[in-house]
């Protein structure tokens, strides 16, 4: 019998290299096939497996005659807590209605009234009802109708299981020569199922690929979130900003197996109410909106009544909605619960903040441009100034939308002038290193890793935490570089590598501010400071 082949290695050559296949990515990656472009969209698990996938609430835009655009501008920069970029929030509100309509056309059928038009939710730090949705399910409904578009567009490749390692750039072709011209010229990404690093070749590369929830222990994100593209611009010379805003989302799901499954902010905004240990409600205690407050002042409110009594969690109350109200809003969250033996038309449910978003990431514009041309960021792990120093309910899948469209035409216009493919870029050397031996080292960084973040880059920080987690992230940072030289690249790694270095990222930041802003919190700095600055770390 003759030996089975391995299947061909896939073209490596493309206008655009596409990283990530979320709302960010798969909305660029369809702009730009429009243009005529050839385009590879990587994702290191299923195409299927995003952030976008578990949103829940939906997408914020100014849809109704009783809304306006200078209303939601004004509730951004309230819950942005002066670090917004006043242009930057008025440009992406108002792009926000035909995007929108995209969508829908597109085949997102964002749930309607009786009457016509769309039932439009409210969530925390919204003056006005604004929210597009899908059920409870927002997220999952935009990924499959993108995703359908992908799949049906001659111009679009996706390969699923390509872990997108590291850029190839002009200065790091040259040697690290600084003071030459520096441009994107493609990537390196390891071919999971086969086992081998392929090169692949492109003058543009749009990073999408979320957040770092998985640098913590407890986390809403699903397990793909650990930092990857954020940690690639880093490498490559990129700056990145304001890490240390953290969104941790005040109501995640409480079980003993640490399951930690989202529960929309939505809710609150139908009505529901948080109850501490002794059946209060106390979000009037801390905040005019009482449980409509911005999220970072709800999470900080959890952790403290959660701290005062010694609870492992406080209760998300929405027993007195009316019969059938829960299923029809929430059909997920009621069928997730049920299947933990909660029943929320009759009990409580138990909730505790865990992190979710992160309002930092690498540095663009409004078109979605890094400094290093070529490379551009989109979504999650991307900065554009929309969120400062936090970042209002469901605004993320609207940035989202909106920098793909722009950042779109802005590499048609790239594109139109771009540097040549380089030919011959080097393959990737795995040189003098072997097969891992003891991934128990992989296993303890990660784990001690997550629990320090949590422990000492949490919710409620100072100075010295801060400083000895950086301390224990630098050994473990050296420990896992180590690693990466002696042994084969494979996901498990690539993963540590990453968030390793972004969890140091994020104490630099934290430690830069000196002052409590948004979602960054230190007892050590109470106040804020007369003027908001961002954070940077790198060029």
Partial sequence: MPAATEPPAPRTDYDVLVVGSGIAGLSFALKVAQQGRRVAILTKKD??????????????????RTDDFNSHVRDTLECGDGLCREDVVRAIVEDAPPRVQELAELGVAFTTQAGGG??????????????????????????????????????????????????????????????????????????????????????VVMLATGGVGQVYQFSTNPDIATGDGLAMAYRAGVAVSDLEFIQFHPTAL?????????????????????????????????HPRADLAPRDIVARAIDAEMKRSGAR??????????????????????????????????????????????????????????????????????????HGANRLASNSLLEAVVLAHRGAEAVGEYLATAHPFVAGLPDWVDGSAQDPDERVVLTHNSAE???????????????????????????????????????????????????????????????????????????????????????????
């Fill in 449 to 539: 890793l997550k629990q320090t973040m949590w422990d000492y880059v949490g919710i409620v920080r100072t100075t010295k935490r801060l400083q000895r987690a950086r301390s224990r992230i630098e050994v473990l940072a050296r420990e896992v570089e180590e690693y990466y030289w002696d042994f084969k690249v494979e996901p498990r790694l690539l993963e540590l590598r990453n968030l390793v270095l972004i969890a140091g990222l994020i104490i630099e930041c934290a430690l830069q501010r000196h002052e409590s802003r948004g979602l960054h919190y230190i007892l050590d700095y109470p106040e804020k400071l007369p003027e908001a600055k961002d954070t940077v770390v790198g060029k």
């Fill in 47 to 64: 195409r299927a497996e995003s952030n976008t996938n578990y949103a829940q609430g939906g997408i914020a835009a100014v849809t109704s």
């Fill in 254 to 286: 409480y079980t003993r197996e640490n399951e930690r499954f989202l529960i929309s902010e939505a809710v609150r905004g139908e009505g529901a109410v948080l109850r501490n240990a002794a059946g209060e409600a106390f979000m009037k205690k801390y």
């Fill in 313 to 386: 969690h406080v209760w998300l109350d929405l027993t007195h909605f009316a019969t059938g109200a829960a299923r029809e809003h929430f059909p997920n969250i009621v069928q997730t619960c049920a299947r933990h033996g909660i029943e929320v038309e009759k009990q409580m449910i138990p909730v505790v903040p865990a992190a979710h978003y992160l309002c930092g990431g690498v540095q663009t514009n409004l078109r979605a441009e890094t400094s290093l041309p070529g490379l551009y960021a989109c979504g999650e792990v991307a900065c554009t100034g929309l």
């Fill in 118 to 203: 769309y039932a439009l939710g409210r969530e925390g730090g919204h003056s006005n009802r604004r929210i597009l949705h899908v059920k409870d399910v927002t997220g999952r409904a935009i990924e499959e109708a993108l995703l359908h578009a992908t799949a049906t567009s001659p111009y679009i490749t996706t390969l699923e299981h390509f872990f997108a390692i590291d850029l190839i750039t002009r200065q790091w072709l040259d040697r690290g020569r600084a003071d030459g011209p520096n441009h994107v010229l493609g990537l390196y990404a390891l071919d999971v199922l086969r086992g081998k690093v392929r090169t692949f070749r492109a003058p």
